[in-house]
């Protein structure tokens, strides 16, 4: 007869010495005794929800401020860039994604374009030129003044996140930064920066996830009332 974990399967036998199976599984078939248990697994959810109050508690109006500021843009017949990293241009696909379709209701389209996507763009430039440009260009090409761009980097210290933001400045589109631990030199060269206070990349992005969130429905909400009633 089944069991009630009769879904778990047996260890993987590793080929590659450096993971083990029993480094990666604890060495027992049984969810109470792999690399992360159930105690832990509480005890990371638990910090990322303490993250997140504290974050929102200190820095909600900051958040607010940003998305009036996108809003003021949009209003303006003006659009909005994104960009980042690794997850943090998962981020930026994700924020502009909801803006040119719906986030919470159906409403009109918004412009948005996240600078991560192309990647005949991106692979053009970092061959050609260097990667540390590949967004840089690109806010050189699709930017105009009044615009707003959401730079996004876990540690505020990306090198084509700030080559961005130096070209944001030069072609008078307002930017607006996500971070972490202490801000990075992103915090110094944006029009404003929300910073995640941690250290760990992966709270920091649960928390960058919720601003894009929380940026979506400041904007749609602000723009659209009535759609939103």
């Not at 083990?20 to 832990?40: F, I, K, Q």
């Not at 860039?81 to 159906?106: I, Y």
Request: a neutral charge; aromatic letters at 6%; proline letters at 4%.
């Amino acid at each position: 007869m089944a069991t009630a974990c009769s879904f778990i399967h047996p260890h993987p036998r590793s080929k590659d010495s450096r993971y083990p199976a029993t480094r990666l599984w604890g060495g027992v078939a049984s969810v109470h005794n792999r690399a992360v248990n159930a105690d832990e697994l509480r005890s990371i959810v638990a910090e990322s929800l303490a993250l997140k109050q504290d974050f929102f508690g200190k820095a909600g109006v900051q958040v607010l401020e940003a998305g009036h500021i996108m809003v003021e843009a949009l209003r303006a017949g003006r659009k909005i860039l994104a960009f980042g990293n690794g997850g943090s241009a998962a981020d930026a696909q994700h924020f502009t994604g909801e803006l040119v379709n719906r986030f919470g209701f159906d409403r009109p389209a918004l412009p948005a374009i996240s600078l991560t996507t192309d990647t005949s763009v991106l692979t053009s430039i970092a061959n050609d030129s260097d990667f540390r440009l590949v967004f840089r260009r690109q806010v050189e090409a699709l930017g105009s003044p009044g615009d707003v761009a959401l730079a996004i980097s876990t540690s505020g210290n990306s090198p084509n996140v700030l080559e961005a933001v130096a070209a944001c400045r030069e072609r008078k589109v307002k930017s607006i930064g996500l971070a972490g631990r202490d801000g990075g030199a992103l915090a110094g060269q944006v029009d404003l920066c929300l910073t995640v206070p941690h250290r760990v990349t992966s709270r920091i992005q649960e928390v960058h996830s919720m601003i894009v969130h929380l940026l979506c429905q400041a904007i749609e909400e602000e723009l659209f009332p009535r759609e939103a009633g």
